[in-house]
């Protein structure tokens, strides 16, 4: 008799023992259905079975990110085996109405959070949510259940990372049995290396179990969990476990394992065999474990029967949560007024956060360089460190784990604010916004949301700046599903947009273009926490019959100058702010247009696929008369270090303005300013740094009629 079996009460084991074969009973009737074609994908946990002995020693204030074999541990935290069918036959009671492959489950009530295709994601995950509840009563942990496959993901490498340098209380659970479908793991991962078995992995010590010995299983996770409980750290374990099916049932492993492999594992790597003659020599009945499978057979058989006859979905064509009227209204608009102290972009995007810190406690802040003394590459959170402690705070340099910890800790009850410093790495995070912070409330039918706010700072005209740190991006965000997408170019638009963002609870994608942080001439009164936007809706910065020119971000102060340009000469142009990039305001733009029966899109991202793009066709879609339209971007190539050659690529004032008098059939000609008689000029002084706002004069060191040399 193995003498673990005395560790755990003889009920406990036997519940846990019908779990396992209710899993493998389970694939056993998805792979009868997929067979026959009646459902379409299957992931078999056979052979992973043994996971579930984790599950007695978790609590209800503990969180599971699971492995997608871990059927028998989800069955065993009390996801029903209707569930399971739901999620098969992709039913419109399933937890995802249908959105979900069958295997990746979700039940918030369970505390067991959305399975993902791309697997890894979980990691960072798991950390942010441990962050969140690292702290709260009964010294919650949080399972991050994991392939050997996944665990080459950078992502995963990054979830240790964090677990490791904020001491979270992880447990990392690895279910290696050896394959990543195909590809044979041995030897490739960071615990199995050419040289052997790694013992400790970011200082970590790697606990080895073999998860064909459910009971020796039973009594290594209650010693780890224990551990965890008291030290609130993290913890590594390597599940060997043999996979004793097919990868899914797309795959055949047949063509990559021999037949006497395959037989051997079935063999001795069956962890349902191994309790069944455990439980026997510890004095159960075997007639007591015979009836067992029959008995669930036949009740798994009827539930399967009932719920494919269960409705199907209806198709829905957006991913996002709804708006509150509120929040959807011009009416409850407000962006301050011109009286009194004003302030710029960059104070009214720091008071807005100071008051959402002060007056909700689930607010944090996380990002590189945003705690003080620095407070940010352009000094957005300068001071609020000291506010508030703890929660403005600096993240490591990697982008994919700023998102997904705050998408984790968004899952667990906190409002982070995550930064990005530049759009330019925005693409290094793209896998967490697409896959987690766009999906998840869609994917899980709102089960699970995660209000996060990505702050991005983007866009060129400043000298210092080049590729990688001067674009705008706003056409990959607006293309993700599920986020909304905003960039001010004003700071009362700055702060509604933003008060908005906390206010609607929805993943939402804030860029505000650093060269409009500190323009004087577009500020906005210090009652920030007043100030609303109506999300989707444009402003209208001025009234005009002949054309339409639309911009955001940096571009509306471009076509602000074309419009005054044309305007000396008796053309008048309506300017239109879009500001909110996803959802856009159509309505005003196309009753602009079709008003003035030219429209003119300006914007700084890439020529191609750019969000004038999509303006341009919707107008052209929905316009009950011709419209001339056009667009001035970025042509598709990169921001250019030289500034010169930046402003030449970039949009500006002078191919606004020529594109617009080409499309009223006028002509333009350029003239550069003559040197005035008294020989005065007037010099541009340009910062030392891309982050310079401004330049003061400090002393004079020439007088009047002296000559000036470099």
């Given at each position: 008799?193995?003498?673990?079996?005395?560790?755990?009460?003889n009920?406990?084991l036997l519940r846990?023992y019908r779990s396992?074969?209710?899993a493998r009973?389970?694939?056993?009737?998805?792979e009868?259905?997929t067979?026959?074609?009646?459902a379409f994908?299957?992931?078999?946990?056979?052979?992973?079975?043994?996971s579930?002995?984790?599950?007695?020693h978790?609590?209800?204030?503990?969180w599971?990110?699971?492995?997608?074999?871990?059927?028998a541990?989800m069955l065993?935290?009390?996801i029903s085996?209707?569930?399971?069918f739901?999620?098969?036959?992709?039913?419109d009671g399933s937890?995802?109405?249908g959105?979900?492959?069958?295997?990746?489950?979700?039940s918030?009530?369970?505390?067991i959070?959305?399975?993902?295709?791309?697997?890894?994601n979980?990691?960072?995950?798991a950390?942010?949510?441990?962050e969140?509840v690292?702290?709260?009563?009964?010294q919650?942990?949080v399972?991050?259940g994991?392939?050997?496959?996944?665990?080459?993901?950078?992502?995963v490498?990054?979830?240790?990372?964090?677990?490791?340098?904020?001491?979270?209380?992880?447990?990392?659970?690895?279910q290696?049995?050896?394959?990543?479908i195909?590809?044979?793991t041995?030897?490739?991962?960071?615990?199995?290396?050419?040289?052997?078995n790694?013992?400790?992995?970011y200082?970590?010590?790697?606990?080895?179990?073999?998860g064909r010995?459910?009971m020796a299983?039973?009594?290594?996770?209650?010693?780890?969990?224990?551990e965890m409980?008291?030290?609130?750290?993290?913890?590594?374990?390597?599940?060997?476990?043999?996979r004793?099916?097919n990868?899914?049932?797309a795959?055949?492993?047949?063509m990559?394992?021999?037949?006497?492999?395959?037989?051997?594992?079935?063999?001795?790597?069956d962890?349902i065999?191994?309790?069944?003659?455990?439980?026997?020599?510890?004095?159960?009945?075997?007639?007591?474990?015979d009836s067992?499978?029959?008995?669930?057979?036949?009740?798994?058989?009827?539930?399967?029967?009932?719920?494919?006859?269960t409705?199907?979905?209806?198709p829905?064509?957006?991913?996002?949560?709804?708006?509150a009227e509120r929040?959807?209204s011009?009416?409850?608009?407000y962006?301050g007024?011109a009286?009194?102290?004003q302030?710029?972009?960059?104070?009214?995007i720091?008071?807005?956060?100071?008051?959402?810190?002060?007056?909700?406690?689930?607010?944090l802040?996380f990002?590189?360089?945003?705690?003080?003394p620095k407070?940010?590459?352009?000094?957005?959170?300068?001071?609020?460190?000291?506010s508030?402690?703890?929660?403005?705070?600096?993240?490591?340099?990697?982008?994919?784990?700023i998102?997904?910890?705050?998408?984790?800790q968004?899952l667990?009850?906190?409002?982070?604010?995550?930064?990005?410093q530049?759009a330019?790495?925005?693409?290094?995070?793209?896998?967490?916004?697409?896959a987690?912070?766009?999906?998840?409330?869609?994917r899980t039918?709102?089960?699970?949301?995660?209000?996060?706010?990505?702050?991005v700072t983007?866009?060129?005209?400043r000298?210092g700046?080049?590729?990688?740190?001067a674009?705008?991006?706003e056409?990959?965000?607006a293309?993700?599903?599920?986020v909304d997408v905003?960039m001010p170019?004003?700071?009362?638009?700055?702060?509604g947009?933003?008060?908005?963002?906390?206010e609607?609870?929805?993943p939402?994608?804030?860029f505000y273009?650093?060269?409009c942080?500190?323009?004087?001439?577009a500020?906005?009164?210090?009652d920030?926490?007043?100030?609303?936007?109506?999300?989707?809706?444009?402003?209208k910065v001025?009234?005009?019959?002949h054309?339409?020119?639309?911009?955001?971000?940096?571009?509306?102060?471009?076509c602000?100058?074309?419009a005054?340009?044309?305007?000396?000469?008796?053309?008048?142009?309506e300017?239109?702010?879009l500001?909110?990039?996803?959802p856009?305001?159509?309505d005003l733009?196309?009753?602009s247009a079709e008003k003035t029966?030219r429209?003119?899109v300006?914007?700084?991202d890439n020529?191609?696929?750019?969000m004038?793009?999509?303006?341009?066709a919707?107008?052209?879609?929905r316009?009950?008369r011709?419209?001339?339209?056009?667009r001035?971007?970025?042509g598709d190539t990169?921001?250019?270090?030289?500034?010169?050659?930046?402003?030449?690529?970039?949009?500006s004032?002078?191919?606004?303005?020529e594109t617009?008098v080409?499309?009223?059939?006028?002509t333009?000609?350029?003239?550069?300013?003559?040197?005035s008689a008294?020989?005065?000029?007037?010099?541009?002084?340009?910062?030392?740094s891309?982050s310079?706002?401004?330049v003061?004069?400090?002393?004079?060191?020439?007088?009047?009629?002296?000559q000036?040399?470099?």
């Amino acid at each position: 008799m193995d003498k673990t079996a005395a560790i755990a009460p003889n009920a406990t084991l036997l519940r846990l023992y019908r779990s396992m074969v209710t899993a493998r009973e389970m694939d056993l009737i998805e792979e009868e259905y997929t067979g026959r074609g009646e459902a379409f994908f299957h992931v078999s946990g056979a052979g992973h079975e043994a996971s579930v002995m984790l599950q007695p020693h978790l609590t209800d204030d503990d969180w599971l990110h699971c492995h997608y074999r871990d059927k028998a541990l989800m069955l065993a935290r009390g996801i029903s085996p209707e569930m399971f069918f739901m999620s098969l036959f992709n039913k419109d009671g399933s937890h995802s109405r249908g959105r979900q492959m069958n295997a990746h489950m979700s039940s918030p009530e369970h505390k067991i959070l959305s399975l993902v295709g791309p697997v890894g994601n979980s990691a960072l995950q798991a950390a942010g949510v441990a962050e969140a509840v690292k702290g709260r009563d009964g010294q919650p942990i949080v399972l991050c259940g994991l392939g050997d496959g996944m665990t080459q993901q950078g992502e995963v490498l990054e979830g240790i990372a964090h677990a490791v340098r904020d001491s979270l209380p992880v447990l990392f659970v690895v279910q290696d049995n050896a394959f990543a479908i195909s590809t044979k793991t041995k030897g490739r991962t960071f615990y199995s290396t050419p040289d052997g078995n790694a013992d400790g992995f970011y200082g970590v010590p790697i606990r080895r179990i073999d998860g064909r010995l459910p009971m020796a299983a039973y009594a290594a996770f209650g010693e780890i969990v224990a551990e965890m409980r008291k030290t609130r750290r993290p913890a590594i374990v390597v599940f060997e476990v043999d996979r004793l099916s097919n990868h899914t049932n797309a795959d055949d492993q047949r063509m990559y394992r021999t037949p006497e492999e395959i037989q051997q594992v079935r063999k001795t790597g069956d962890p349902i065999v191994i309790m069944r003659q455990q439980l026997i020599d510890a004095g159960t009945a075997p007639e007591e474990l015979d009836s067992i499978p029959e008995e669930v057979r036949a009740e798994l058989r009827e539930i399967a029967h009932r719920v494919q006859r269960t409705p199907e979905p209806q198709p829905v064509t957006t991913a996002i949560k709804p708006l509150a009227e509120r929040l959807s209204s011009a009416e409850y608009e407000y962006t301050g007024d011109a009286s009194g102290e004003q302030l710029t972009m960059l104070e009214a995007i720091r008071n807005v956060l100071d008051s959402h810190l002060k007056n909700d406690e689930r607010v944090l802040l996380f990002g590189e360089d945003i705690e003080d003394p620095k407070g940010d590459v352009f000094g957005i959170t300068r001071g609020l460190t000291d506010s508030y402690p703890g929660r403005v705070v600096n993240s490591p340099l990697a982008e994919a784990s700023i998102v997904g910890v705050s998408v984790g800790q968004a899952l667990a009850g906190k409002r982070p604010v995550a930064f990005l410093q530049f759009a330019d790495f925005l693409p290094i995070a793209y896998n967490q916004v697409f896959a987690e912070l766009g999906s998840m409330y869609w994917r899980t039918d709102g089960g699970w949301q995660a209000p996060v706010i990505l702050m991005v700072t983007c866009g060129g005209y400043r000298p210092g700046l080049g590729p990688f740190h001067a674009s705008s991006m706003e056409g990959i965000a607006a293309h993700t599903p599920g986020v909304d997408v905003f960039m001010p170019s004003t700071a009362g638009d700055a702060a509604g947009l933003l008060n908005a963002a906390f206010e609607s609870e929805r993943p939402t994608i804030f860029f505000y273009p650093k060269n409009c942080l500190n323009d004087r001439s577009a500020t906005t009164s210090p009652d920030i926490a007043r100030q609303l936007v109506a999300i989707g809706s444009a402003r209208k910065v001025r009234e005009g019959k002949h054309i339409t020119i639309a911009g955001w971000g940096n571009t509306v102060r471009l076509c602000k100058q074309a419009a005054d340009s044309l305007e000396s000469v008796g053309v008048t142009a309506e300017v239109i702010d879009l500001r909110s990039i996803v959802p856009w305001d159509a309505d005003l733009i196309l009753a602009s247009a079709e008003k003035t029966g030219r429209l003119l899109v300006v914007h700084e991202d890439n020529h191609t696929a750019g969000m004038g793009a999509e303006v341009i066709a919707t107008v052209a879609e929905r316009a009950s008369r011709k419209i001339d339209a056009r667009r001035v971007t970025r042509g598709d190539t990169y921001v250019p270090c030289n500034f010169g050659n930046q402003l030449e690529v970039l949009p500006s004032y002078k191919r606004v303005l020529e594109t617009a008098v080409s499309m009223l059939r006028g002509t333009i000609s350029w003239k550069l300013p003559e040197d005035s008689a008294s020989g005065i000029r007037t010099v541009e002084a340009i910062g030392a740094s891309p982050s310079d706002e401004s330049v003061t004069v400090v002393a004079w060191h020439i007088k009047s009629g002296d000559q000036i040399e470099e």
